[in-house]
């Protein structure tokens, strides 16, 4: 039996390293000459398109990554039949439960690498991907509004109370995160303006500070009670750095660099946390936090998906038409994804159950389908 498994890792390994090596091709041409009508633009050249689709791979593996482990799956098994080593298999006590059991512990193989490429490879290859493109640019991230960006602080004393609400306004956030034209407005608890900074250019002094640089400051103060009506003076300065402490960080501002879907589990996790602490809303990022943990899940499921084509004979189809089906079956599970997370978003639906649908939907047709195949024995 070891050397049934061994060789069905083997046959199992290179179909689907094949396959997805065929989807990466493929998505790095198209990739390319999307790139290719923005060469010229600013610094950007053709080396700099190349460097970009390569470090964008990455991230396409993750994303192919249960597509891939289907069709190589459903291949590989396919091949099997076809040569009647399946039926060799199970005559030599390769059961039901044996192979399902070899399929999941070769999925646990692609599980780990999903989850090495979304926690570790693609966040950083994704990140230095953007920076690339718009250091040759020229060019900045910037919000919606014409102001550029808009994000919520707050300070808080050592009981967890807020001392102070700040909303900071960043007109360009460069790609290595340093920032251009800052403006942060302080309200007390009551929502009384205290004080205005505006900046012109800002760097990060880890861990929790920003070195803001050309600083005009202003403080409003309470004066006093003139016929009943509370004087506020407005006392001015001007600094050539002032160090800030905030909450905020490169990573958090990261976020704006990369879409969600492409960050890891971790700085999600930590962008979740700050705006929940700021009361903002946190719906896309934290079904995308969840979708990351369940993705390598999604995997193995996609791979138990394809054991019932196993003991498809033959005459039930080719390869050609198992391949076909595992296509159509993949296309529906990454439609599905991104369905339920909409829906999520759409209707509020708990973070987890919206990324667990299709996995979980998933895993209970796999397993009827391998009921079936064993009552059509």
């Known amino acids: 039996m070891k050397l049934i498994g061994r060789y069905m890792r083997r046959e199992i390994l290179g179909a689907v ?49 249960p597509i891939a482990a289907l069709i190589g799956t459903i291949y590989a ?9 399946f039926t060799a298999m ?14 999941v512990q070769i999925g646990l193989i692609f599980a780990g690498v999903t989850l090495v ?43 967890g109370q807020v001392e102070r609400t700040r909303f900071v306004n960043i007109a360009q956030l460069m790609p290595d995160t340093s920032l251009r034209n800052v403006r942060v407005f302080e309200f007390d608890p009551q929502f009384r303006l205290r004080q205005i900074l505006s900046a012109d250019t800002g760097r990060f002094l880890p861990p929790d500070s920003w070195e803001l640089n050309n600083v005009r400051e202003t403080r409003l103060v309470d004066g006093d009670d003139v016929e009943k009506t509370m004087l506020i003076h407005a006392q001015q300065r001007t600094l050539p750095q002032l160090v800030w402490r905030s909450e905020l960080n490169p990573d958090l501002l990261g976020v704006l660099l990369i879409d969600p879907e492409r960050m890891s589990a971790h700085n999600l996790a930590q962008y979740v946390s700050y705006m929940r602490a700021n009361q903002q809303r946190a719906d896309r990022y934290e079904i995308a936090m969840w979708k990351k943990i369940v993705y390598p899940i999604a995997v193995i499921v996609m791979m138990v998906l394809a054991l019932p084509f196993g003991y498809l004979q033959a005459r039930a189809g080719g390869i050609g038409y198992k391949v076909f089906a595992g296509i159509m079956i993949g296309i529906l599970f990454h439609f599905m994804n991104g369905l339920f997370s909409h829906l999520g978003m759409l209707n509020t639906w708990p973070a987890w159950l919206a990324a667990s649908v299709p996995s979980g939907v ?15 024995r």
């Open 17 to 65: 390293a094949f396959v997805l090596l065929g989807f990466l091709a493929l998505f790095a041409f198209f990739d390319f000459i999307s790139e290719v009508e923005d060469v010229g633009r600013g610094g950007y050249k053709l080396q700099h398109a190349v460097i970009y689709v390569l470090l964008g791979l990455p991230s396409h593996a993750y994303e192919l990554m």
């Open 77 to 85: 098994l396919a091949q099997f039949v076809s040569h009647s080593e």
């Open 90 to 103: 199970r005559v030599a006590g390769l059961g039901r439960a044996m192979a399902l059991r070899q399929i």
């Open 117 to 159: 490429l979304g926690e570790v490879v693609t966040p950083g290859a994704e990140t230095l991907a953007q920076r690339v493109r718009l250091t040759a640019m020229g060019t900045s991230v910037t919000n919606q509004f014409r102001s550029g960006l808009w994000i919520k602080d707050t300070t808080r004393d050592a009981h």
């Open 362 to 376: 998933a895993l209970m047709v796999a397993l009827s389908m391998l009921g079936w195949v064993d009552r059509a």
